[in-house]
């Protein structure tokens, strides 16, 4: 039997440590979240819901196809984006949370985490190096309310630690997880 997976490309941030709005930031020539909605196998998921604060974010994912969702309130950390990409998906039996700053990410990795779930259904399914659990994560539906109760800027890490026993990794090699929250960070991985 299809599960039903939806996907959430978190995009909201305010990118401080960054400096700026690091997702139309570049590496070879593509912003991070062209890079990033790039990565997402459109055909695996039920609905993919980009859960963003800048216009011109949520005109690029309706030009993927995407559900648009707009943050008012970035402000209110993690948990708000999560919140409101659940509140998007609907009745799904796992969600898939993506964060938009892992550029070298690829799409192949990604669906097979959206397949390794969906033979596992009940567990949490991670990407992982070398037994190091990354981004992105996906969760079972009987996760939703602990991901819809938390405040602030906790995410899913809080759920996942009190669950460890329900994770599933899937290795890829490091550099798919390697994220950008610097510039420093942007410049070491265009050389």
């Not at 997976?5 to 960054?18: D, P």
């Not at 609905?47 to 800048?54: F, I, N, S």
């Not at 992982?128 to 800027?153: I, K, T």
Request: glycine share 8%; hydrophobic share 45%; net charge negative.
């Amino acid at each position: 039997m299809a599960r039903k997976l939806g996907c959430v490309v978190m995009a909201a941030g305010n990118a401080r440590r960054f400096g700026e709005n690091k997702l139309a930031a570049r590496l070879d020539g593509r912003s991070l979240i062209l890079r990033a909605l790039e990565a997402v196998p459109a055909g695996e998921f039920e609905t993919v819901a980009v859960v963003t604060q800048y216009p011109e974010v949520m005109e690029l994912a309706e030009r993927f196809g995407f559900s648009a969702v707009r943050n008012e309130h970035p402000d209110w950390g993690i948990s708000h984006t999560i919140r409101l990409g659940l509140e998007a998906l609907g009745d799904c039996a796992g969600a898939m949370f993506l964060v938009s700053d892992q550029p070298l990410l690829r799409r192949e990795s990604v669906r097979a985490l959206a397949e390794l779930w969906k033979s596992r259904p009940e567990n949490i399914a991670a990407l992982a190096h070398n037994g190091v659990r990354g981004n992105p994560c996906v969760f079972p539906a009987r996760f939703f309310p602990e991901l819809l109760a938390l405040q602030e800027d906790r995410g899913g890490n809080t759920v996942i630690r009190r669950h460890e026993e329900d994770l599933i990794l899937l290795e890829v090699p490091k550099q798919e997880l390697t994220d950008v929250d610097t510039p420093e960070a942007l410049k070491e991985l265009n050389r």
